[in-house]
């Protein structure tokens, strides 16, 4: 009886353990999901934006610096 209540006790955290590692990988995926899914193009956006900011100065300083000879 014994031997049969301990091997149900080790199934018990067993699966719990199987349970909670589930769970955990459930939320790493949803947290790559947000940085994939928002937080890469945010950043990528404002990169982007940034570097057109200055890619633009860059041309209008020249540019007004032709005009002005």
């Not at 955290?13 to 769970?23: G, I, L, T, W």
Request: aromatic letters at 8%; proline letters at 1%.
């Amino acid at each position: 009886m014994a031997d049969r209540a301990e091997s149900r006790d080790l199934r018990d955290r067993v699966n719990d353990r199987s349970d909670a590692q589930a769970e955990w990988d459930e939320s790493l995926r949803q947290i790559q999901f947000i940085f994939v899914a928002i937080l890469f193009p945010l950043v990528g956006r404002l990169m982007g934006r940034g570097a057109a900011l200055k890619i633009f100065t860059r041309m209008a300083v020249r540019y007004a610096l032709m005009t002005k000879h």
